[in-house]
């Protein structure tokens, strides 16, 4: 007979979408509802990435996740930590090379925090391309940006995740290809990958995009969406199909965290979060884990009687 079910799935949840607590709060939170981890956005609420004494501040947290047992990606899109005036600015692609080195250090910045954290990855994007430039010109802008980011990465030993984000450069899974090629496909270059963004634009079915991505993918952000349009929805409120999702998931043999992101959704925060994983847990596959009579938990070689 065989033993319980359980998922092979892990759960987290973002705290963009938790603005409204303080990061320990938001942690202990996710700890007791039973979440495996945390996607944690560097922002002013949130370990501010810019703020004095920012490795001290880092130890602590650190400290306090592995306290909670809860695991960790780093991401990178607050809205306005860089720019009090324009959301996502300045970005690997803007005119002024001064700005865009100032999107390099947060992304320099975001890797020794994932390092110090043990974190799974740092998760970036693109950015929209500016008024009055071309494409191959901002093409070009984010492979030379990326460079150095990518080099911190492989020495910190923490993988990159691009996200293709509907609406920038690097918008669909073939636009992450167009630039694994152009950087020569290098280690530490992985992918994001929003189940939501699948639905609203890609080709292909959520499933189906799960699986092409598999060779690469880093880092999972999950929400409800609706074909063609760029909302983040609580789940059942959008159209996506979730157990194919969740289980061509599972077949890839993912190790990283799923990371539901709802931050529109952040002023009621802790009901979603409440909400959110229970969803989850029962849209995802069982894997039976083999109880000792049952004869795959035999060890090969050995006879039973």
């Given at each position: 007979m065989?033993?319980c ?12 979408g938790?603005?409204?607590?303080r ?6 939170l ?7 981890g ?33 695991g960790v ?10 720019d009090?005036?324009l ?15 100032r ?15 043990g ?16 494409e ?8 030379e ?7 911190a990465?492989?020495?910190?030993g ?34 994001t990958?929003?189940i ?10 959520p ?5 092409e ?6 880092h ?24 194919p999702?969740?289980a ?33 847990r ?23 009687p």
């Open positions: 065989n033993g079910a359980r998922t092979p799935l892990r759960f987290g949840y973002g705290t963009n938790l603005a409204d607590l990061l320990d709060d938001a942690l202990a996710l700890a007791d509802l039973g979440y495996d945390v996607g944690l956005t560097l922002d002013h609420m949130h370990l501010d990435p810019l703020a004095p004494d920012l490795a001290a501040r880092t130890r602590r947290a650190a400290h306090r996740l592995d306290e909670l047992g809860l990606t780093v991401e990178t899109g607050a809205r306005y930590v860089l009090p005036r959301k996502h600015g300045p970005s690997l692609l803007a005119p002024d090379p001064d700005d865009r080195t999107r390099v250090d947060l992304l320099l910045r975001a890797v020794r925090v994932a390092a110090d954290l974190a799974h990855a740092v998760h970036c994007f693109s950015g929209t391309v500016p008024d009055g430039t071309d191959d010109t901002a093409w070009k802008r984010l492979a940006s990326l460079t150095p980011v990518l080099d990465a492989t020495t910190a923490v993988p990159l995740a691009v996200e293709p984000e509907p609406g920038h450069l690097l918008a669909t899974l073939a636009d992450f290809h167009r630039l694994r090629r152009t950087l020569g496909d290098p280690e530490p270059l992985g992918l990958l929003d939501g963004h699948c639905q609203c634009l890609e080709p292909l079915p499933a189906d995009c799960v699986r991505a598999a060779p690469w993918l880093r999972v952000q999950i929400e409800d969406m609706r074909r063609g349009v760029h909302e983040h929805l609580p789940f059942g409120d959008g159209e996506i199909d979730f157990p999702v969740l061509a998931l599972a077949a890839t043999g993912y190790q990283g965290l799923t990371v539901v992101e709802l931050p529109r959704h952040s002023h009621a925060g802790p009901h979603f979060a409440a909400h959110s994983l229970p969803f989850l029962h849209a995802a596959p069982p894997v039976l884990v083999p109880s000792h009579g049952d004869p795959s938990a035999t060890p090969e070689g050995s006879r039973t």
